[in-house]
């Protein structure tokens, strides 16, 4: 994830691990107190994740409890998403005068088991989309990412709006060369006084995953 986001300014910090002196918040011990262990350590240090990259920007460290269907809520002035996956965490996290919203997503790099999934993901344009870059570069988990792609483009979306977004309501566009285009079909959010209609990110299979990300800049004062 590290290097897929080098250009941008936002703090990184991942882990193939569940370091043992990741700890949680009373607050947060609550929300996992019934939880399987799989779920606590995703949970326990994706968090542990996140306070390390906060503090890196000069944040304390605080709970980082779920919000409206289940998203982070941040401390103020702050913008972050979070992602794991088997043998993968990451958190990403900005300050929120840089960076108006992102979102990342991190899942195996291998391509979907269950064949009906993409039937749910994608439509007719995408699965066309997919089936011709899996004839021109074979072996790169294009479903995969086109769910990772998604998945990234709702974490976007949800700070900035409060709303669901539907795999149907966004259409992916994958580019061999590691970048990809979501186009909204609804309403998209406005930021300063600008309606968003497309969403921008980047995608990479490294070690086993498949990570992508989209992060919006604040647009500079002359773009205002």
């Known amino acids: 994830m590290a290097s897929l986001l080098s250009a941008v300014p936002v703090t990184v910090v991942e882990t193939h691990d ?6 949680l ?13 799989k779920r606590r350590n995703e949970f326990t240090t994706v968090r542990h994740c996140a306070r390390t990259a906060l503090k890196s920007i000069g944040v304390p460290p605080a709970p980082i409890l779920p919000g ?3 998203a982070p809520r941040w401390p103020a002035g702050v913008v972050g998403s979070m992602t794991h996956c088997a043998g993968y965490r990451a958190a990403v996290v900005a300050r929120a005068d840089e960076v108006t919203s992102l979102g990342v997503d991190a899942e195996p790099g291998e391509p979907l088991r269950d064949p009906d999934v993409l039937g749910l993901i994608a439509d007719e344009t995408e699965r066309a989309a997919l089936a011709d870059l899996g004839a021109r570069h074979p072996g790169t988990p294009w479903d995969r990412l086109l769910f990772s792609a998604k998945e990234s483009v709702y974490k976007t979306w949800f700070p900035l709006t409060g709303r669901w977004l539907g795999f149907e309501e966004a259409r992916v566009e994958l580019d061999p060369a590691g970048t990809f285009t979501a186009r909204l079909l609804v309403e998209g959010p406005v930021v300063d ?3 968003l209609k497309v969403f921008s990110g980047q995608w990479i299979v490294r070690d086993g995953i498949a990570a992508t990300a989209i992060v919006l800049p604040v647009p500079p004062p002359a773009a205002r």
């Open 18 to 23: 569940d370091p043992a002196d990741a700890v």
């Open 25 to 37: 918040f009373p607050e947060e011990e609550a929300v996992v107190a019934n939880a399987v262990a």
């Open 68 to 70: 409206q269907r289940g």
């Open 193 to 195: 006084g600008v309606e």
